[in-house]
């Protein structure tokens, strides 16, 4: 017979079938089914354990100090430095910078966040950069060389509330 895919069939003994627990003393499984004697696990419905359990003893979660704090309203930005902007090629002298410019250029991931320009590095080109907010280093490298620092408001949107307002 030739092999073809339409011929090959299941291995013999590949399915086993399984184990009729709990049909009586004469099946060889009766009484206690196999799970011993007592416990969690001997009982209906108890399958198992939740994730961490220590056998009754105190989890190590539960154990451990409870440290830190995490503001639910923190409000996250998109940070670029003048010396990348200098670095892009495609920027020539006069050219405004904004947010859209950015994500299109992939420098920046998020365009729903605020953008604010840090004055690490140098810049030699002059250039209009709009941004939500700029550091005092970064606007006067801008000045510097010939461009503006044009701040950008109504865009920034404010971080949910949890727990607050009417309902």
């Not at 017979?1 to 299941?10: A, E, H, P, S, Y």
């Not at 020539?92 to 410019?101: C, L, P, Q, R």
Request: net charge positive; charged share 30%.
């Amino acid at each position: 017979m030739v092999f073809k895919i339409q011929n090959i069939g299941r291995p013999r003994g590949l399915q086993k079938k399984a184990k009729r627990r709990g049909r009586g003393i004469g099946s060889g499984r009766g009484r206690t089914s196999g799970k011993g004697h007592k416990g969690a696990k001997s009982r209906s419905g108890g399958g198992g354990y939740y994730h961490g359990f220590e056998g009754g003893q105190m989890t190590l979660v539960r154990r451990l100090p409870k440290i830190g704090f995490t503001n639910v309203f923190k409000k996250e930005w998109n940070i670029v430095n003048i010396g990348v902007l200098e670095n892009i090629v495609d920027i020539k002298a006069g050219s405004v910078i904004d947010k859209d410019f950015l994500v299109e250029m992939k420098i920046l991931k998020k365009k729903r966040e605020p953008l604010k320009v840090l004055g690490k590095g140098t810049l030699s080109k002059a250039l209009t950069v709009k941004a939500e907010a700029f550091s005092s280093g970064a606007k006067k490298a801008i000045e510097a060389a010939g461009g503006k620092a044009v701040v950008v408001t109504g865009v920034v949107e404010a971080a949910p509330q949890k727990g607050k307002g009417k309902s």
